[in-house]
């Protein structure tokens, strides 16, 4: 039959079992090579899986973006954004000091007798320009004033209400639901009172500023002569931690100047810290309580996840320590 063949079909017919044969020689050589190529490219191939996995992408992520947030809480602005404007730090205002308020920790709360004492210098110094239009006589109760000395407190004002039987409005002693007076009775009368500034509501200014009690405390004590070169205009007070260093309300704390009912003495700094705690605590009322319902929360839910771990464990622990055993049928047969 192979003689009936043509020559050409003879021929690749050999090249083909030649070329089976060839790889099968050459294997171990191959094998060799592969596997010194192998080893020799793993430590670069690990580096680079481990540089461009997902876990260091969101690594490196969380590292920048926790850095930005860093700074900007502690300088004010975001790195490189705030230094490439004309502006000079005067125009934006000097950053304030961090201080160690009473009430910063996560376990702690308001002192309260500062409280008491920033409200007595709100009501002798500041509430003759600023109003505290979010804060009503019973706020005061149970945390700087008790129930009658708050209603007393609310009687001194007399309150314009009404109408009455007659149609007329009528004025009435102030009540412990009524909101703290403002000091003009619009906009237009405080502005005219203050050569055209218009002094700012005070009941949320600890979070309107950047810095909060900090701007506050630096304000109130950092009032001082303006530096060579920096001009101020009539009417104005220079005060570096203000933006643009120029401001219209003078300085208005001096020692001595209110006498508190527990003896502390009033230096300037004292009223300074006593009123920032005060409008801290205007701002954010519900602080202590906050607090103190966060403590309870951490308690009750680390007691439900150490119960819920228990019974996780209880109840799997059959099921993962039972052992299967397979047991093959018998071929009776043989």
């Not at 609310?154 to 109408?163: K, L, Q, R, S």
């Not at 309300?249 to 300074?272: C, K, W």
């Not at 993962?320 to 043989?334: A, G, L, Q, S």
Request: charged content about 20%; overall charge neutral.
């Amino acid at each position: 039959m192979l003689q009936r063949l043509p020559a050409a079909a003879l021929n690749s017919s050999g090249m083909f079992a030649a070329a089976r044969a060839s790889p099968l020689r050459s294997a171990p050589r191959f094998a060799s090579q592969a596997r010194f190529a192998s080893s020799s490219t793993a430590s670069p191939n690990a580096f680079q899986s481990l540089v461009y996995s997902r876990a260091s992408l969101a690594s490196a992520t969380l590292l920048a973006a926790g850095s930005i947030a860093w700074y900007t809480h502690l300088y004010g602005n975001i790195p490189f954004i705030g230094e490439v404007h004309a502006s000079s730090p005067l125009e934006v205002g000097l950053h304030p000091a961090t201080y160690p308020w009473s009430h910063k920790g996560w376990f702690d709360s308001y002192d309260h007798a500062s409280i008491r004492r920033g409200y007595l210098v709100y009501k002798e110094v500041c509430a003759a320009c600023h109003s505290l239009d979010r804060i009503a006589w019973r706020n005061l109760v149970g945390v700087s004033h008790t129930a009658d000395e708050a209603k007393a407190l609310a009687e001194e004002i007399e309150y314009t209400d009404g109408p009455n039987d007659q149609g007329e409005m009528f004025q009435r002693p102030g009540k412990l639901s009524d909101y703290m007076p403002p000091p003009y009775p619009n906009e237009e009368a405080a502005r005219a009172s203050n050569q055209g500034a218009l002094p700012p509501d005070l009941s949320l200014i600890s979070k309107a500023r950047h810095g909060g009690p900090d701007y506050l405390f630096s304000l109130l004590t950092g009032y001082v002569d303006p530096p060579a070169g920096v001009e101020v205009r009539e009417g104005m007070n220079f005060n570096p931690y203000f933006p643009g260093g120029a401001i219209s309300m003078p300085r208005v704390l001096f020692d001595g100047l209110v006498e508190y009912d527990d003896g502390t003495p009033a230096t300037t700094s004292q009223m300074a810290k006593d009123v920032s705690v005060f409008l801290n605590w205007a701002a954010e009322p519900e602080h202590d309580e906050r607090k103190k319902i966060g403590i309870k929360a951490v308690i009750l839910f680390s007691t439900l996840t150490a119960i819920s771990l228990y019974v996780k464990r209880f109840k799997w622990t059959v099921i993962k320590n039972r052992k299967i055993v397979y047991n093959p049928p018998v071929d009776k047969t043989h």
